[in-house]
């Protein structure tokens, strides 16, 4: 009996006339949805910041509309042009945000739901006609209680931050002895050094570090200690890297040179895992500034190679085309030192979750990260863990089903488990934490 859907059940009627395999799942139904929504999340990539750094740490009404998503949606209804949006005061933006997308649309994308998610939640209401309400709201918050609120409401219980060593608001913090609130973790961006070394060298060298745009021995020497010493203060979960859709491995460029020989083995003697996040077109749109980012399909066989090549150095890899995720899923089941995570970006639509954590389950087991926010704006972790934990329950509770007709039940400590796993424990053993 293959294919089976919820209503195929083998009838067993009982007593109340129900077909007990309906009843079954409809317990099942439930068991799943209470645990997937109570299960704390460790979130793994985010743009999100702990308390300490300040201004860095962005929430409220006003960085909610003006998400770069929801930049990019708005031009797609505004005669605006992007040179005359940029010079507008941020108010000013998300008020002819809210009214275009929210108020003379109707806000039917995932980021402007997420919008309309994060105000429900709240209390607030989410057909108002201007932002009045919201900005009192949110000005009322005192920062700190309103981040507790925020985690209980998504519950989430630790989040990694995305740490990038050249930042100078950064690296004051860093530098400062605050101690950093110990459910924000570090990871260590290498953007700037792997995709823009002209613009690092100087940057590095401020910091005395003694490297050269040509990518000598001393270059390299220097770029390891720059990583060390950047190690051993944020101690970062891991090291991190989004890349282009044409990126290879071995590549015949700087930045191969400096992965190859700074990068890998600075991973290998520090036994920290590397992140990959493969597929990004920076500035297709140049005039939209951040939201002009585009995506290319990358070639999957990358990683396959660079997992082969490096078997003692962890890999995490997100790709940001759709059709790269398949192939991802068959690379990892060759490849142990390989964990797939996510669903990044443009793909953290409804319909595209729904697809990739149905066969990545088919594929993998409960042997992936199924996601991570990728959070920019603190509320945002309310909508985008709810849109997820919603679509990660559809796509377990359809497999425990389809476990169901094979022969197996499964119990709630097992689905408490596989939860666990899912939004934590994968993540936690694989950056060695307890
Ligand atoms: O490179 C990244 O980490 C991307 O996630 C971001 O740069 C991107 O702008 C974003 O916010 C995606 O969600
Ligand atoms: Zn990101």
Redesign the pocket.
């Known amino acids: 009996m293959n294919n089976l859907t919820t209503q195929q059940f083998e009838p067993m009627i009982s007593a109340d006339g129900r077909d007990g395999n309906a009843r079954k799942a409809e317990q099942l139904r439930q068991q799943v949805n209470e645990t997937i929504a109570n299960t704390p999340v460790f979130d793994l ?1 985010t ?1 999100l910041f702990a308390p300490e750094f300040g201004a860095l740490n962005l929430y409220g009404i006003d960085e909610l509309l003006n998400y ?1 998503y929801l930049i990019a949606e708005f031009f797609r209804y505004s005669d605006l042009t992007p040179e005359d949006f940029w010079k507008l005061e941020k108010t000013r933006q998300s008020d002819l945000i809210w009214q275009t997308l929210f108020v003379e649309n109707t806000p039917l994308s995932e980021a402007t739901r997420g919008v309309v998610s994060v105000l429900n939640s709240l209390g607030l209401d989410t057909r108002a006609a201007n932002l009045r309400e919201a900005r009192e709201f949110f000005s009322a918050q005192k920062p700190a209680d309103y981040i507790e609120k925020v985690l209980k409401m998504s519950r989430v219980s630790d989040i990694v931050m ?1 740490n990038d060593p050249l930042d100078e608001d950064e690296i004051a913090v860093w530098n400062g002895d605050e101690k950093i609130d110990s459910r924000f973790h570090a990871a260590l961006r290498l ?1 700037r050094l792997l995709n823009g070394w002209a613009e690092a060298v100087p940057l590095m060298q401020k910091q005395n570090y003694r490297v050269s745009k040509n990518i000598d021995a001393g270059t390299i020497t220097e770029t390891r200690r720059f990583l060390d010493d950047w190690i051993a203060k944020m101690k970062p979960l891991y090291l991190g890297v ?1 890349l282009p859709d044409d990126f290879l491995y071995p590549e015949d460029s700087g930045r191969g040179k400096l992965i190859k020989e700074a990068v890998l083995p600075v991973c290998r003697e520090h036994g920290i895992s590397l992140s990959l ?1 493969i597929g ?1 077109r920076r500035r297709i749109n140049p005039a939209l500034k ?1 939201a002009g ?1 585009g995506l290319g399909r990358a070639n999957v066989s990358v990683v396959s190679r660079i997992c082969q090549e490096n078997p003692d150095v962890k890999f995490l890899v997100t790709f940001l085309s759709r059709e790269n995720q398949h192939e991802l899923c068959v690379v990892a089941r060759k490849f142990s030192n390989l964990m797939p995570f996510g669903c ?2 443009f793909l ?1 639509n409804s319909s595209i979750i729904t697809e990739i954590t149905r066969e990545r389950f088919e594929l993998l087991g409960t042997s992936f990260i199924p996601q991570h926010s ?1 959070a ?1 704006v603190f509320d945002q972790l309310v909508y985008k863990w709810s849109h997820s934990r919603r679509l990660i329950a559809d796509a377990l509770f359809d497999s425990y089903v389809n476990l169901l007709h094979d022969g197996r039940h499964v119990t709630r400590q097992e689905i408490e488990r596989d939860a666990e796993r899912l939004f934590s424990e994968n993540f936690r053993n694989w950056v060695g934490l307890k």
């Open positions: 990539h743009h770069h995305t953007d989004s996040m990004v951040l980012d990044w970006w953290n990728d920019r």
